[in-house]
C-alpha cells in the first residue's frame, strides 16, 4: 500500500498525534533518501526537515542527499533503493527541473517507499501545480506545471491562507476547473495512504472555484 505525505513547513517539530502516524507507516528505516531544493547549493543538507524525524524517533542506517554532487545513474539507485523519499522544502521549480533532469519522477512513481515532500516538495509531488508571483514565486508570468504526480490533485503548501484566501481562490479557480487543489497553512500535512486521505492542521479543498476547510482527522 503506497503512503504518501504532503507536509506544509513546520516550525517546531511534528506534533505528537502527526509523529505516532509516521513512526506506524515507516517500518522500513534502511535507507533515507532527500533531494534537494537547491541541488547546486551544497549546503542546502536537509538539516531541518531531517530534525523532525530524529524528534519523532524515526532514525535511518543511512542517510543520502541527491543534489549536483550525485551523478544521475547514483542518484536513481539511491531512489530505487530508498525506504523512504523525501523531496525537501525550498525552490519549487529548481527542484522540478532537477527531478526532471535527472529522471526520478517515474522512479519515485514506481517506488514502495513512503514518499514525503515538505513545501516545495510536496507541491512537486502533485500532479501539476501553479507558479506565481503572487504567491512569492519567482517567475514573472503564472504558469502551470508538471509534478511528479503521485495522486491525481494539485497543491498549495506552506501558504498564509487565512489571510488570503480571495487571493488563493482568485489564483487557482482556473486549474481548480481542472483539479482538485489541496491548500495548506505551515503547521499542516496530508496522509495519503491507500485511498484513504488523512488531514492535519488547516488544508483547504479548491474545486470548482469552490474552497472549504476540510475536518482534521488525525
Known sequence: MKTHYYLGWFSNFFPENLGR??????????????????????????????????QAGIMFDKYHLINYRVQKEEAQKLIQNASVIFLLGGNILKQNGFLMEYELSGLIKKSSAVVMGASAGSINMS??????????????VSSVYDGIGLDDFSVLSHFDLENNIALVQRELSSLSEEITIYASNKDCA???????????????????SNIRKLDETL
Open 21 to 54: 502516524v509516521l513512526q506506524e507507516d515507516i517500518t522500513d528505516r534502511k535507507s533515507l533518501a532527500m533531494i534537494s531544493s537547491n541541488p547546486s547549493i551544497y549546503d542546502d543538507d536537509g538539516a531541518t526537515e531531517r530534525s523532525w524525524l530524529d
Open 127 to 140: 500532479a501539476k501545480f501553479l507558479c506565481s508571483k503572487n504567491f512569492g514565486d519567482e517567475v514573472e
Open 190 to 208: 496530508m496522509r495519503i495512504k491507500g485511498d484513504k486521505m488523512d488531514v492535519f492542521g488547516d488544508v483547504y479543498l479548491i474545486f470548482n
